[in-house]
């Protein structure tokens, strides 16, 4: 007999000679241990269904993932767009959540995983203390007598839902005693609306959800008839006309400034608008202009101005931009070139081309594997945002000598190339009108080469853009032409808030309070967004 054998046998023995000779003892024994194993073998039976439902639903987030990659290395007809692109990771990110929901109600305490740290929660918000005392005596020996050694201490988030008031003003008058002539009251406080409802907080409120974070009116609607607050979307509207009519002078004054800047970046998007005599939408254009001097070095603040317009014509930007005569950074549209015309009144605009358009052309071709030219252009323009990162912020002159050390020689291969690969390739192909989107355009696309004021693309104006177009998307159409018009003067302020850091809604009831009270039209400046304080 082996060693082993020898020992297990000892333990058997050892384990018997424990056993109690009683039987009853015995049989209680082994009641309880039938019971013990029936609890193991149910919790065992619900670990694997957790564990199964855990897998169908990663195989679901997988599911996911997969649709994912195809939005960004399939096909066109896969492609998603950014919002979805959002939207699948928040789904993930969702489904994870359950899981681990799951998981935890069947894992004992013990072996759960310790929580992952966290940031701390902001300092400014105000902390509400609940103090949990544990019972006053001890539960040892039942003496209340205690000394402190110690606390634990966590922080949760809380949210007190927004609330409607009624703000009661009362004005007493009062009669003089002594002439019995006069009557004195104090004169009634200044509304934005007057004789209406709506407080300026109301005004900002609704505007703010409606233009800035894209919650049409008829679904804010909906969201204050669950306080029993009855605001129809038609009442509402009237109040956003107003507000508009108010922010007007503003929003022109945000125009003046980025009209006044050395560079624009200039774009334009629809927005479809309802047309009453037709009784459906047309399209309409929103035209956005956006002036950030930071990438170059100075120190003034970001703007940006939408301008609503029934025509994408050249008359458009030749209107808005009059007097004009800097640097303009757009796409390739035709209506820009109208501005670079040499007899233009007020001198000619500078344009210059966006590569991230042109890149755009050739990664379509990358991703569907069709084009090793359309591969390689991908790669070799990423050399260039690598300049362009390591120079952001900078003055133009170092901006310019560090284009000229590296980003030019790399430009003049891009070129050489696309004008050596279109001699060999159809010329309806693909490829061969992206090629000649850029070899049309080479000025434009080799001007940031010769000045250190402008970027390499225009993505300063559409991540401005974007904004507008979920905005757009959840609100199906502006109302009329005079909602259009509203729609650009407030999301002009509200945008620019955003970019200056600063809050939307803070920023807008205050003004709105300052307009009603007479706030004068020569100190418009101190208005802006940029120079909003808390009060």
């Known amino acids: 007999m082996t060693k082993a054998n020898r020992d297990r046998l000892a333990d058997m023995s050892d384990a018997a000679a424990a056993l109690p000779d009683d039987v009853e003892t015995l049989k209680a024994m082994v009641v309880a241990a039938r019971a013990e194993t029936a609890a193991l073998n149910a919790e065992a039976a619900q670990l694997r269904a957790a564990r199964a439902d855990a897998e169908a639903r990663i195989e679901r987030l997988f599911a996911l993932l997969k649709a994912l990659q195809r939005a960004q290395f399939g096909r066109r007809s896969e492609t998603l767009d950014p919002d979805q692109?959002?939207?699948?990771?928040?789904?993930?990110?969702?489904?994870?959540?359950?899981?681990?929901?799951?998981?935890?109600?069947?894992?004992?305490?013990?072996?759960?995983?310790?929580?992952?740290?966290?940031?701390?929660?902001?300092?400014?918000?105000?902390?509400?203390?609940?103090?949990?005392?544990?019972?006053?005596?001890?539960?040892?020996?039942?003496?209340?007598?205690?000394?402190?050694?110690?606390?634990?201490?966590?922080?949760?988030?809380?949210?007190?839902p927004a609330q409607f008031r009624v703000i009661v003003t009362r004005r007493p008058r009062y009669a003089c005693t002594a002439c019995r002539e006069e009557v004195a009251q104090a004169a009634a406080p200044a509304h934005l609306i007057e004789g209406g409802i709506p407080t300026e907080a109301v005004l900002a409120h609704i505007a703010v959800a409606k233009y800035a974070d894209g919650v049409p009116l008829y679904r804010q609607e909906a969201i204050y008839a669950r306080d029993r607050v009855e605001l129809s979307r038609n009442v509402m509207a009237g109040w956003m006309g107003r507000v508009g009519f108010h922010l007007e002078p503003l929003a022109d004054r945000v125009f003046d400034h980025i009209r006044a800047g050395e560079r624009i970046f200039a774009d334009e998007t629809t927005l479809p608008t309802l047309d009453p005599g037709a009784g459906k939408a047309k399209i309409a254009w929103l035209w956005t202009y956006a002036r950030d001097d930071r990438p170059f070095g100075e120190v003034g603040p970001p703007m940006v101005a939408y301008r609503f317009e029934d025509s994408r014509g050249g008359e458009c930007p030749a209107q808005h931009l009059a007097g004009f005569?800097?640097?303009?950074?757009?796409?390739?549209?035709?209506?820009?070139?109208?501005?670079?015309?040499?007899?233009?009144?007020?001198?000619?605009?500078?344009?210059?081309?966006?590569?991230?358009?042109?890149?755009?052309?050739?990664?379509?071709?990358?991703?569907?594997?069709?084009?090793?030219?359309?591969?390689?252009?991908?790669?070799?323009?990423?050399?260039?945002?690598?300049?362009?990162?390591?120079?952001?912020?900078?003055?133009?002159?170092?901006?310019?000598?560090?284009?000229?050390?590296?980003?030019?020689?790399?430009?003049?291969?891009?070129?050489?190339?696309?004008?050596?690969?279109?001699?060999?390739?159809?010329?309806?192909?693909?490829?061969?009108?992206?090629?000649?989107?850029?070899?049309?355009?080479?000025?434009?696309?080799?001007?940031?080469?010769?000045?250190?004021?402008?970027?390499?693309?225009?993505?300063?104006?559409?991540?401005?853009?974007?904004?507008?177009?979920?905005?757009?998307?959840?609100?199906?159409?502006?109302?009329?032409?005079?909602?259009?018009?509203?729609?650009?003067?407030?999301?002009?302020l509200l945008t620019t808030a955003k970019l200056n850091g600063v809050d939307p809604e803070a920023w807008l009831k205050l003004t709105l309070e300052r307009i009603a009270n007479g706030w004068p039209n020569r100190d418009l400046d101190a208005l802006l967004p940029w120079n909003h304080h808390e009060p």
């Open 85 to 160: 692109h959002e939207f699948t990771f928040e789904e993930i990110q969702t489904g994870l959540g359950a899981v681990e929901a799951k998981l935890d109600t069947v894992t004992k305490p013990a072996l759960r995983r310790a929580p992952r740290p966290r940031k701390k929660l902001p300092a400014h918000l105000e902390r509400v203390e609940v103090v949990i005392e544990p019972e006053a005596t001890c539960g040892t020996c039942g003496s209340a007598e205690r000394v402190k050694i110690g606390e634990d201490i966590s922080e949760r988030l809380d949210v007190i």
């Open 325 to 492: 005569s800097g640097l303009l950074q757009s796409d390739g549209y035709a209506a820009y070139k109208r501005l670079a015309d040499p007899h233009r009144a007020g001198g000619p605009v500078t344009l210059s081309a966006c590569w991230a358009h042109l890149r755009r052309y050739h990664y379509e071709l990358h991703i569907a594997g069709v084009s090793n030219t359309a591969t390689w252009t991908v790669e070799r323009m990423a050399a260039l945002w690598r300049v362009e990162d390591e120079v952001r912020g900078q003055t133009p002159e170092i901006r310019l000598a560090a284009r000229r050390a590296t980003s030019a020689a790399i430009v003049a291969e891009l070129f050489e190339r696309w004008e050596e690969e279109l001699k060999h390739i159809p010329r309806k192909s693909k490829l061969a009108e992206a090629i000649r989107y850029g070899i049309r355009r080479r000025a434009d696309f080799e001007r940031f080469l010769h000045d250190g004021r402008l970027d390499i693309d225009s993505n300063t104006v559409e991540r401005n853009i974007r904004p507008q177009t979920i905005v757009r998307k959840n609100s199906l159409f502006a109302g009329s032409d005079g909602g259009g018009r509203s729609w650009s003067t407030i999301a002009t």
